[in-house]
């Protein structure tokens, strides 16, 4: 099975968070950049399989800053790791100031689909090939989020979980 780069997934999102978007605080709302995320990362998947793709899990998002009002936001979308039928798609979401051009990288977040058929159910997925070294990171860690993924759903157990095993034990000999 032929794959494709993971520079071919690539989708970029741009943004203007206007009043309806924001909260209380004149800030964008977390769901809906969740929403925006949601779609940049699934057109990302829908390019790497080139199937009808399900959001199935998002088991990570980390929120590094307040988005004001009135700032444009970029979302740039790239699979990381694809399994079987499933994707793992980065998603890296910087802010804008439109007054000064100044841009900060602002949140990260992986989200993870299944490819599906027409019926709805899941089918293979051709692999994604990681090309410059952080691809290659993302890649690997891709493997142990989809282990901790499992894990925590009850599909696979700890003993099992052996990419996982050897990052934690790893991690607690440097510490």
Known sequence: MKGKKVSETYTLKTELVMPDDSNNLGNLMGGKLLH?????????????????????????????????????????????????????????VS???????????????????????????????TPVIPETEEEKQWFEEALRRRELRLLLAGRLDMDQAKNLQEYIYARSKKE
């Not at 399900?54 to 990381?80: C, H, M, N, Y």
């Not at 100031?97 to 997925?125: C, E, M, W």
């Open 95 to 125: 802010v804008e100031d439109l007054s000064t051009g100044n841009r900060k990288h602002s949140h990260v977040a992986y989200y993870t689909f299944v490819a599906v058929d027409q019926s709805g159910r899941p089918i293979p997925v």
């Open 36 to 92: 925006w995320m949601d779609i940049v990362s699934a057109i990302s998947a829908q390019r790497a399989s080139n199937r009808t793709v399900v959001t199935v899990a998002v088991d990570f998002v980390e929120f590094k800053l307040p988005i004001p009002q009135g700032s444009i936001v970029i979302l740039e979308a790239r699979v990381s790791r694809t399994f079987t039928s499933s994707l793992e798609v980065r998603i890296d």
